[in-house]
């Protein structure tokens, strides 16, 4: 449709992409080919299929499971190019890419292998597509805070490459507060954080994000209506919240899109930008996004270009670059 097209050509910006999660099966199996992994599948239908989540953890056990084909620094490069390939045919201009190093160093990959991979991938995107792009360095909430402090002393040699350090997997019962001391670190680098609350978690982990690791966005946070206090907060501070619509409906954080909290949240005054999460694993990636909204809420073009200013605001980007494409 005309909207179609016109969502198509807005120059988009993504904050919430986990690059791991941009895995699509297709790619998913000539990897395990190429570095000798067994999949517990027979083909990509039936990947697709096994696609079926009831909440966070189910998904998460796929999502672990999926990158588990990924090792080399080649790897982390095809994943990030394939993703940057289809983000330019959904018009995004600018992608902030979280990855999750714990999540292969147990597995017995380095640190260089993501890291080099997806640098490599951020330089080419500039050069092929003109998108400009940040890293984000993500630890996993539900691993000992101690490991990711180790994780953010190994990787110094990149400390300059990352925009900013986050904090994802599972949510209920792993509160932020335990990580506070690594964003502190972090901070003391000069590294900003942002963190993954009130998804499945309840709004006192949002307010906890903010007090005790003092990010400057807030991932999902979708929750943040069930306290009129935080909401205030969330209002003044102008705290940009990375909203995910597809991934909430098949994660049931809400049952439909109808129901999606997000006029609530815009109509609070909030902050909201429209981001796709992991878009291999949730049915679409930044455009379907767009486009699903405009059907569930009725939005229109100027609902569009506010929320994408709130990106283009809150995204981890050189004036100049900001200057373009506000
Ligand atoms: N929530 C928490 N952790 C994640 C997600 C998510 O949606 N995707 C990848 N890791
Ligand atoms: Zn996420």
Redesign the pocket.
């Known amino acids: 449709t005309e909207m179609t097209a016109w969502l198509r050509e807005l120059p988009k910006a993504e904050l919430h992409l ?1 690059i791991e ?1 941009t895995l699509e099966p297709a790619l998913m199996f000539a990897l395990a080919e190429r570095n000798g992994v067994t999949l517990p599948y027979e083909s990509v239908e039936a990947v697709r299929a096994a696609y079926d989540f009831d909440d ?1 953890p189910s998904f ?1 056990t796929l ?1 672990y499971q999926g990158m588990g084909v990924l090792h080399t620094r080649e790897n982390f490069f095809d994943l990030a190019m394939a993703y940057f390939d289809r983000a330019r045919e959904d018009g995004v201009a600018h992608v902030e890419l979280s990855f ?1 190093p714990q999540a292969h160093r147990v597995r017995g990959v380095p640190l260089e292998a993501p890291f080099e991979g997806l640098l490599a991938a951020c330089r080419e995107a500039e050069s092929r597509h003109g998108i400009s792009s940040a890293l984000i360095m993500s630890f996993l909430r539900d691993r000992d805070p101690a490991e990711a402090m180790e994780v953010l002393e190994q990787a110094a040699p990149w400390h300059a490459s990352i925009a900013a350090v986050g904090l ?2 599972a ?1 209920r019962d792993h509160p932020p507060g335990r990580f506070a001391e690594v964003f502190a670190r972090a901070r003391a680098m000069g590294i900003p954080g942002v963190a ?1 609350a009130g ?1 499945e978690g309840p709004a006192a982990y949002i307010r906890e994000a903010l007090e005790t690791l003092d990010v400057c966005r807030i991932d ?1 946070g979708v929750r943040c209506l069930e306290d009129a206090d935080l909401v205030a907060t969330l209002r003044e501070r102008r705290i940009p919240l990375t909203v ?1 619509p597809l ?1 909430n409906v098949k ?1 049931k954080v809400t049952p439909t899109l109808a129901e999606h909290p997000l006029p609530a949240l815009r109509d609070a005054g909030l902050n909201v930008t429209l981001n796709s ?2 878009p291999a694993y949730f049915g679409g990636g930044m455009l379907d996004n767009h486009v699903a909204c405009h059907e569930a809420f009725g939005w229109t073009r100027n609902d569009f270009l506010a929320m994408t200013r709130n990106a283009l605001e809150a995204a981890f980007m050189a004036e100049e670059r900001r200057d373009v494409l506000l």
Do not use: A, T
Request: some cysteine; hydrophobic content about 20%; glycine content about 6%.
């Open positions: 986990h999660g966070l998460l999502y999750d994802d997997s949510e993954h998804e999902h995910c991934s994660l999460d992991d």
